[in-house]
């Protein structure tokens, strides 16, 4: 039971425009979300999260939206740019219920078409 | 800062042989995990640990153990190794209610 689905296994965006990863999630136990990305032969570096008492969180180019009604949330890159070419692996957590672990989704390989 | 370090970074192994990945991190982090990520697949976490002398299951804890004598370390054994144990392990470590830090992972084959 795959409780974090991230539907796109790739996507291609050219230099300068906005790239647009989106993952869903099923267990309403959720409440923290985060993104990671990771360069191959390297671990996951943690790239943006937000709590489920905010909608949306920016920092820098990165901003991601979250949609509690509908389980879904989205990282929004802007403008894109060739490092950030990675595989984006988003994570859940039920955090307020005192539970560190993270719920992986299985990446989306962006890539930046320079 | 060293962050999180793992050792072996690649290892190959012969099946029912055993081995130790040593996970090691010098942030004095109460939580520690291992992920498994298999090709084309999210991470899975392995065991996790939130505190010395506490370790508990996570999805896929079959055929490894681990344990938390220290803060700073947490070894994951592999005892009889399985070519279904051909994976990158992620060694992991946070605070509570921070952000969740890797290690760069162990290449394992099992042939």
Redesign the interface.
Known sequence: DQQ?K?NS?SLSVQEGRISILNCDYTNSMFDYF?W?KKYP??????LI?ISSIKDKNEDGRFTVFLNKSAKHLSLHIVPSQPGDSAVY?CAASA?RFGN????????TRLTIIP | NAG?TQTPKFRILKIGQSMTLQCTQDMNHN?M?W?RQDP??????IY?S?GAGITDK?EVPNGYNVSRSTTEDFPLRLELAAPSQTSVY?C?S?A??N???????SWLTVV
Do not use: N
């Open positions: 974090v991230q296994p985060l990671y032969a390297e671990g996951p570096t943690f999260s692996f955090h560190e672990k993270l719920t992986f989704g299985t990446g | 999180v939580y995990y992920y084309g697949m999210g991470l899975k976490l996790y939130v996570g992620f992991a946070t509570s209610g952000t969740i830090y890797f290690g760069e992972g």
